[in-house]
């Protein structure tokens, strides 16, 4: 469908979804309550008087408007719109919600970017007066909101954080997150001798990890920047002993994530919950002879040397180790 988007147009969603925060975009980083691979919810730099500081759900990729918005897109749209609804009445204790969605001029589009408006609201509002005159408001007026539900989200939506990352479990409709993951050649290359691992090895990576949640309570979970939503990777257990307390401990990293500490400060935080929240009584770790960065990370958490053993996924024998929580708990200690 031909767009209706003025010639030469640059589209302030697509800008702030970027990161570029200037008088263009109105959307500053502030005002994101949430985002992941498919959506982002922020508040809205205009306020309508009465109905103050409702949110925008947005497409993480452009689209114009609801003519050429993918199905899968508009699931995860209106998926974070009941989401939202559900915490503005929690947070707002408004009476009711209204969403609206514009396509075209003659529709009273403005944003050529498909977007969809929460907005709470209220007994007596004067909502169908007050539309038409809404007002841009001030990045220090809209804070207050925005801190209220990017609070609420990232409470419900990670089981642990930490200063840079959040952890849930995987989910069935993961398998695009799954995909970017394991399908690069360059995080499985040292992990799995088979080389790039097709669709269906990937689904049977993370059937895997789900069946491993469902019998022991515990996977690798997926990681993400607390700031963007974006996936970094994988960290954590899978069983080694599980009647004697003994699990793996395992971390995968996305190549444009490497050197920047986030395989550290993740195997930190599982180690952490491993052993105070699931009475993990030992971790066992392994790397393949290649990966020095592995074996520093390792010894760095206090993990010790104990033998080589065959990992049959690359047919070579892994240096392996062991962190006992008494350790865990002496090497804190002394690091502190």
């Known amino acids: 469908m031909e767009s209706n988007a003025p010639q030469d147009y640059i589209c302030p969603v697509c800008s702030a979804l970027k990161g570029i925060d200037n008088e263009v975009t109105w ?10 691979e498919w959506v982002q919810a922020n508040i809205s730099p205009k ?17 114009e408007s609801i003519y050429d918005l993918p199905s899968e897109y508009g699931y995860k749209i209106f998926d974070m719109a009941q989401k939202v609804a559900l915490a503005l009445k929690k947070i707002r204790k408004c009476d ?43 990045r220090e007026d809209r804070i207050e909101y925005a ?21 849930r479990t995987w989910h069935e409709d993961d398998f695009e997150i799954a995909k970017t993951l394991w399908g690069d050649y360059e995080v499985t290359k040292l992990i799995d001798v088979r080389g790039k691992l097709s669709d269906e090895q990937v689904k049977e990576k993370l059937t895997t ?8 309570g515990a996977q690798y979970w997926p ?13 954590g257990l899978r069983p080694r002993d599980a009647a004697q307390g003994i699990f793996e401990i395992g971390f995968h990293i996305r190549p444009k994530f490497w050197r920047q500490g986030f395989a550290f400060e993740a195997a930190q935080a599982v180690t952490k919950h491993a052993f105070s929240q699931l009475k993990v009584q030992r971790l066992f770790a ?11 990370l390792l010894e760095k958490l206090g993990f010790k040397y104990t033998h080589d053993e065959l990992y049959e996924p690359t047919g070579l024998q892994h240096p392996s180790y062991i962190l006992t929580k008494e350790d865990f708990m002496r090497h804190n200690s002394v690091s502190r």
């Open 209 to 216: 990890e789900l069946e491993r949640k469902n019998m022991y």
């Open 223 to 235: 990681i993400f920047l607390l700031e963007t939503g974006e996936n970094v990777g994988c960290c």
């Open 47 to 63: 306020f309508i008087q009465g109905n103050e500081g409702h949110v925008i759900v947005v497409p993480t990729k452009h689209y």
């Open 286 to 296: 392994g790397h393949n002879p290649q990966n020095e960065a592995s074996k520093a």
């Open 147 to 167: 801190t209220a539900l990017r609070r609420h989200f990232l409470v419900n939506r990670y089981f642990l954080s930490t200063q840079r990352l959040g952890f």
């Open 27 to 36: 959307i500053k980083k502030t005002d994101v309550v949430y985002r992941d």
């Open 96 to 138: 009711g919600v209204t969403l609206v969605q514009n396509n075209e001029p003659a529709g009273d589009q403005h944003a050529f970017h498909y977007h969809l408006h929460v907005i709470p609201r209220f007994k007596n509002d004067n909502f169908h007066e007050s539309l038409w005159k809404t007002e841009l408001s001030r």
